[in-house]
C-alpha cells in the first residue's frame, strides 16, 4: 500500500515540476500580453485571426495559469492526505510549505467578508482595464 501511495505522490511530483517549468517559460505580466496581441492586429486582420490571435497570445496562457493552479492544490492535499502514511521527501514539503493560495473573501453566518482586499482590488482593476480599453460604449453594446 505505501509503495501505491508514494508512486502517486511522485507522479504528482513530477507532473506539478513539469507544469510548473512551464508556466515559468511562459509567464509574462498581463498588460504585457495584451499588449503583444493589441500589436499583432492590424486593420486586415480578420475577426477570425483577431479571436485566434487573443486565445493563442492571452486567454490560453490564462487558462495555463488556472490549470497550474490546480496541479498546486493536487500537490498540497495529496500531501496533507498522505503525511501521515508515508515518508514525504522534504523537496516536496518545503515547496508545499512555500505554496500560497489565494482566496479573497470569507463567508460567515451566510455574509461575505472580504479578507484579501489587494487581490480584490487588482481584479477591480483587471475588469476596469477590460471596460476603458474597449470603451464603455463598445463593452454595453458587447455585455449588456
Known amino acids: 500500500m505505501k509503495e501505491q501511495l508514494t ?10 515540476l513539469d507544469y ?4 515559468k517559460s511562459i509567464a509574462k505580466p498581463v498588460e504585457e500580453l495584451r499588449k503583444e496581441v493589441a500589436q499583432k492586429i492590424t486593420p486586415q486582420t ?5 479571436q485566434q490571435l487573443f486565445f493563442n497570445g492571452f486567454e490560453k496562457i ?3 495559469n488556472g490549470d497550474f493552479i490546480n496541479q498546486q492544490n493536487r500537490l498540497f492535499y495529496t500531501v496533507e492526505a498522505y503525511k501521515n502514511s508515508i515518508e514525504i521527501p522534504q523537496e516536496i514539503k ?3 510549505e512555500n505554496l500560497k493560495f489565494l482566496q479573497i473573501f470569507a463567508i460567515k453566518d451566510g455574509k461575505e467578508t472580504v479578507i484579501n ?6 481584479t477591480k482593476k483587471q475588469i476596469e482595464d477590460i471596460i476603458v480599453g474597449a470603451g464603455v460604449d463598445e463593452f454595453k453594446r458587447r455585455f449588456l
Open 7 to 16: 508512486a502517486y505522490l511522485e507522479q504528482i511530483w513530477t507532473e506539478y
Open 20 to 23: 510548473k517549468e512551464f508556466i
Open 46 to 50: 480578420t475577426a477570425y485571426e483577431a
Open 62 to 64: 490564462m487558462l495555463h
Open 94 to 96: 518545503t515547496e508545499v
Open 117 to 122: 482586499q489587494e487581490a480584490l482590488d487588482f
